[in-house]
């Protein structure tokens, strides 16, 4: 029987998935890729600045608008749409399962959903996110790896630094941030900053504004390398094959961990 997989998460948890399921010799043919309608514009954005992501995926409406599902995260675990939502997911779910398996992205919250749906299979459950789906679609994780193309070794090569964050508290300071360009530029290297929509503090650098996907594959495609606190650049540069260090506060959540910087030890604490 063909299995429905259904993203229903973040934008860097779907990204995640398209680059190894990319890879995967047999996705086509043994799976029907779903997923909520706030994830097309990233897809159509990708499809657009990688021509080589053929992959077919179908959006359905599940309620999902400006936040993530609530019963997947613990930001928007108890809120006023939870139920609705559930609701709407669950007619998607009963109809896929008419004749597929269904199976969702990750094991979180799956007791909630087990309260209105049978209980499915899920990707990823625990340890590192390619990890899991590396293990699920039989993609070898050698082909995960990339060669940083020797312009990232040459003097003046372009860095680009997001130093936002979804999470406050993983965010790049003005402080950091300054220690950054300092050791970038002592390196021979162009550093650039990219905020989304405003900046909020001046900088010893240029700075890029973005305030859309395209936008966001642009800069990322321009750079030879992404410095970025928050996880999805990171995930869209291990996507797009650029030298990427991802900054993490206090500790490293290995979970998230990209194959590039497991390889290239290129996962920092600040």
Not at 57 to 81: P, Q
Not at 244 to 266: A, C, F, G, L, M
Request: glycine content about 4%.
């Amino acid at each position: 029987m063909k299995k429905s997989l259904l993203f229903l998460r973040s934008f860097g948890d779907f990204t995640i998935a398209l680059g190894v399921i990319s890879k995967s010799k047999s996705t086509s043919s043994a799976y029907r890729l779903i997923a909520s309608v706030h994830l097309e514009p990233l897809f159509h954005a990708l499809t657009q600045h990688i021509p080589t992501l053929q992959l077919k995926v179908e959006f359905v409406d599940v309620g999902i608008r400006n936040k993530i599902l609530g019963a997947f995260t613990n930001k928007f675990l108890i809120n006023a749409e939870s139920l609705s939502e559930l609701r709407r997911l669950k007619d998607v779910v009963d109809e896929l399962a008419r004749d597929s398996e269904v199976m969702f992205e990750q094991s979180r919250r799956q007791w909630i959903i087990r309260i209105l749906m049978p209980s499915q299979g899920c990707i990823h459950a625990h340890g590192n996110i390619y990890d899991s789906y590396s293990n699920h679609f039989n993609v070898d994780e050698n082909e995960l790896i990339f060669q940083a193309p020797s312009s990232s070794n040459r003097s003046q090569s372009k860095v680009i630094i997001f130093p936002e964050s979804r999470k406050p508290t993983k965010q790049l300071g003005p402080a950091t941030v300054d220690c950054l360009i300092r050791e970038l530029k002592s390196e021979g290297k162009s550093p650039e900053l990219a905020f989304y929509k405003t900046q909020p503090y001046s900088a010893d650098a240029e700075v890029n504004l973005h305030d859309s996907f395209s936008d966001l594959l642009e800069l990322i495609q321009s750079a030879d390398e992404v410095v970025t606190a928050d996880s999805l650049p990171g995930h869209l540069a291990q996507l797009m094959e650029k030298p990427h260090r991802v900054y993490y506060p206090r500790s490293i959540d290995s979970e998230w961990v990209t194959p590039y910087s497991k390889r290239n030890q290129t996962a920092l604490v600040f």
